[in-house]
């Protein structure tokens, strides 16, 4: 096993297509369009960060052969950090951007997406910080999100997979 399975910009540069296919009602709405110069995680924005999720999830759900709606996924995904738009002036510190940026992500897909909206979705975007937030996802796709986007975060905020390897072999061997 290679390290493409855990190397977010190759993911999402090879299901680009797919991505742009499937998530259509985001990529072509306003907000995402301001998504795209919103920083996000120090070296990205909202919208790349987001599209690497989307490609994640993707990627890992066929690697761990998950029955998944791509649909769904995709534009949860898409969807999942858009309530970060404008942080600096909504919200008072990082914390708090942790925490309740989650929520205005959940009305701006209801909004966004109208009828494809789902519970499913509703529970991939509002609980995708756990374990930083009290509540776990309680869906297959809810945990796929979540650990898509802890990969995706990782490196984005500039940690090696050979730093995070070496961090952990440490720790394991004290």
């Known amino acids: 096993m290679g390290n493409i399975l855990f190397d977010a910009e190759k993911v999402r540069l090879a299901q680009i297509g797919k991505l742009r296919v499937l998530g259509e009602p985001v990529y072509g709405s306003d907000i995402f369009r301001q998504a795209r110069t919103q920083e996000h995680h120090k070296h990205t924005t909202v919208a790349l ?5 989307a490609a994640m999830c993707l990627h890992l759900a066929d690697h761990l052969g998950m029955t998944i709606d791509e649909e769904q996924v ?16 909504k919200f008072r510190s990082e914390m708090e951007t942790y925490l309740k940026h989650p929520d205005e992500s959940v009305d701006i897909a209801k909004e ?3 009828e494809k909206y789902s519970d ?9 910080m756990w374990p930083i937030s009290e509540q776990a996802p309680e869906t297959k796709e809810g945990f796929l999100i979540m650990i898509a986007d802890k990969i995706c975060a990782i490196q984005e905020a500039g940690y090696s997979l050979n730093h995070i390897r070496k961090q952990l072999y440490a720790w394991m061997v004290g």
């Open 112 to 114: 966004l997406l109208g």
């Open 120 to 128: 499913t979705m509703e529970d991939m975007i509002r609980y995708h």
């Open 74 to 89: 995709v534009l949860a995904a898409l969807s999942h950090d858009l309530g970060i738009i404008g942080r600096y002036e």
């Open 49 to 53: 960060h987001s599209e690497r999720v």
